[in-house]
């Protein structure tokens, strides 16, 4: 059975920095991107960053670009999105996903997602 867990959200100021984890298990992702989205309150949900478990390649929103940083550790199963300089409208619940498609950004090309872990940023 397939699971993403997140962890890591929070309250912070802006400015600030937090670091959400996604720990997978049940299969191997090897051959997989793995990804983070977020859903702000009456919005939908958007793409924000991306990792291509095989080579490291990496793909970020231009909202966040140069702010938050996806990487995984092979060892722990785990992808990680560091999130620095957060903004009020940083604010969502962000979701950890996997997909079979290379290099995605489409919410329908995911297989797999997390609970979602909660982001709040107070201006």
């Known amino acids: 059975q397939v699971q993403l867990v997140e962890s890591g959200g929070g309250l912070v100021q802006a400015g600030g920095s937090l670091r959400l984890s996604c720990a997978a298990s049940?299969?191997?992702?090897?051959?997989?991107?793995m990804a983070w989205f977020r859903q702000a309150p009456g919005k939908e949900r958007e793409f924000v960053a991306l990792?291509?478990?095989?080579?490291?390649?990496?793909y970020y929103a231009n909202a966040v670009k140069g702010r938050f940083t996806i990487s995984r550790d092979n060892a722990k199963n785990t992808v990680y999105l560091q999130m620095n300089s957060l903004k009020p409208e940083d604010t969502a619940v962000y979701y950890c996903?996997?997909?079979?498609?290379?290099?995605?950004?489409?919410?329908?090309?995911?297989?797999?997602w997390g609970q979602g872990t909660q982001v709040t940023v107070s201006s």
């Open positions: 990792v291509r478990w095989s080579d490291d390649s990496t």
């Open positions: 996903a996997a997909s079979r498609v290379e290099i995605t950004t489409t919410v329908d090309a995911y297989d797999y």
């Open positions: 049940g299969r191997s992702f090897s051959r997989y991107v």
